[in-house]
């Protein structure tokens, strides 16, 4: 068994792949009750090393408990990039699990064609045979950027969320700034108040009034996704099923007049963006906070997907191949949804590899 990704789905995969019996490939390599953990990470922390400097354990939106192992509490000025890799390397070292890193996985092959099959696994590091795979790569690796008329003119600065490290480096500057997502909405507020920001999106950002209540809300917004990747149909951003929360970053956003929305402009000129209604706006940069999709390019040899781009599923299994899980995908991108997800592919696997043993 090889689990792909060493974030909060891999790591869940791996404490319930223990818990079930499974042995550490790297102290029993070719044993059939065996997994090991490929992380193409240089340490723990999954994507959350590589947040922005300024995303704080008080401003992200909950850190879900890893399974069998309680948060200690933690200061919420605490640097979420630091305080969370710290979480789950402390998780690593008290589960011990079996994980090499860094190994980057370039593509899942079939060995033959027979359904019980082995899949080869291959990486910069080697090649893994395994009778099953559990995906968990997340999304950071694979950034959105839409392509517009002019984008290579621009003589400004284009980077991406995954590139913004601090607001420091936007400091009087002129910022336009793309996306309707969560990630956009802090950013927003952080940046302009060093900088002056003007925010564009596709569609007119919708604000939702009261709280959200995961007990009810949070529940149809799953059962939404669900449908969706069951009919085998490409998931939008988080937000296109929840909207957004008057959070209180989209509040001081608000109050300091920086909560202004702009429909998208229609092209990038060298010296700015030209609005939908033909007037330039000079910026100094253009920040795509435009989200991310799922990094399954490595997949891409399996022949997972259907005619539009989605990949039918069947709780975390692939409907095309039962050998292959997803987790930390569509419905379960939530660190809880991670967690449980985890532990779904686990066992349903272990009932499809071995059904004689599976007791729960």
Known sequence: MVVIGAGQAGLSAGYHLNRRGFASALAEPGADRSFVILDAEDRPGGAWLHRWESLTMATVNGIFDL????QTPVDPAAPARQAVPAYFAAFEQQMRLPILRPVTVTSATRADDEPDGELLI??????????????ATGTWTNPTVPAYPGQESFAGRQLHTKDYTSLDEFTGQRVALVGGGISAVQQLEEISQVAEVFWYTRREPIFRDG?????????????????DVEAGNLTGSVVSYTHLSWTPYALAAKKRGALVRRPMFTQIEPEGVRNADGTLTPVDTILWATGFRAALGHLDPLTLRNERGGIEMRGTQVAAD???????????????????????????????????????
């Open 67 to 70: 399974p069998g192992f309680r």
């Open 122 to 135: 291959d990486s910069d590091s080697g090649t893994w045979a395994a009778r099953a795979v559990i995906n």
């Open 211 to 227: 709280g959200f209540a995961p007990e009810v809300e949070g529940r149809d917004v799953i059962s939404k996704v669900t449908a």
């Open 322 to 360: 039962p050998r292959v899980h997803l987790i930390g995908f569509g419905p379960s991108q939530s660190t809880v949804g991670a967690n449980r997800a985890g532990r779904d592919a686990v066992r349903s696997l272990t009932k499809h590899l071995h059904p004689a043993i599976v007791s729960s």
